[in-house]
């Protein structure tokens, strides 16, 4: 299986602030990783797909980037509706396999 | 609209059976894929199986977890996918979540989950 390995799990951050959540994957998957944010007590919902591409309706402040092992999601500047759980998720190969999570806190 | 609402989750007792339900609305369901999660509350995501269309054959694949025990079906008259999960075990508790599996990207290559039912909560308990 791959194994999918998000930092931080945690961050506490603030308003209008730009943030970077990482995610390796333990061999290639190319370009097949999508990005995943679930608010408390609700589904997840698509980000990114394919590392780099923003799902419809998506505001642009999100943006992502990597391929091979190291993708990268950045939030350029932090909104209140952005304080969420974020996950990376491989489609490369079955198990499809999911990151642990990064929480993103008020500061 | 696109939605998708599970149904079927509650209490069961150890080593007995449950059938969870997806149904869908707001888009050609015999098109796309259907794909199954789980999330034990306050933890991560699980990936369970997916289901493909017609175009690729409705090739179900599992994780190592559940193949054996769970199974995944659809029904394409009705617009709803089923998971029958077997055996159950304690540690099959969790929200369980049904989702859209959408092909994207340049090349259509990309399997993504993009939209998710609002879930069902499965608790497994003598």
């Known amino acids: 299986d791959i194994q999918m390995t998000q930092s931080p799990s945690s961050l506490s951050t603030s308003v209008g602030d730009r943030v970077t959540i990482t995610c390796r994957a333990s061999?290639?998957?190319?370009?097949?990783l999508n990005w995943y944010q679930q608010k408390a007590g609700k589904a997840p919902n698509l980000l990114i797909f394919?590392?780099?591409s923003l799902q419809s309706g998506v505001p642009s402040r999100f943006s992502g980037s990597g391929s091979g092992t190291d993708f990268t999601l950045t939030i350029s500047s932090l909104q209140p509706e952005d304080f969420a759980t974020y996950y990376c998720?491989?489609?490369?190969?079955?198990?499809?396999?999911f990151g642990q999570g990064t929480k993103l806190e008020i500061k | 609209e696109v939605q998708l609402v599970e149904s079927g989750g509650g209490l069961v007792q150890p080593g007995r059976s449950l059938r969870l339900s997806c149904t869908a609305s707001?888009?050609?369901?015999?098109?796309?894929?259907l794909g199954w999660f789980r999330q034990v509350p306050g933890k991560g995501l699980e990936w369970l199986g997916l289901?493909?269309?017609?175009?690729?054959?409705?090739?179900?694949e599992y994780a190592a977890s559940v193949k054996d025990r769970f199974t995944i079906s659809r029904d394409d008259s009705k617009s709803i996918a089923y998971l029958q999960m077997n055996s159950l075990r304690t540690e099959d508790a969790a929200v369980y979540y049904c989702?859209?599996?959408?092909?994207?990207?340049?090349?259509?290559?990309?399997?993504?989950?993009?939209?998710w039912g609002q879930g069902t909560m499965v608790t497994v308990s003598s």
């Open positions: 707001g888009f050609s369901f015999g098109v796309y894929g």
């Open positions: 989702t859209r599996l959408n092909k994207l990207g340049s090349s259509w290559d990309i399997d993504a989950f993009d939209f």
């Open positions: 394919g590392a780099s």
């Open positions: 998720q491989q489609s490369y190969s079955y198990p499809y396999t």
């Open positions: 289901i493909r269309s017609k175009a690729y054959s409705e090739t179900p």
């Open positions: 061999q290639t998957i190319y370009h097949y």
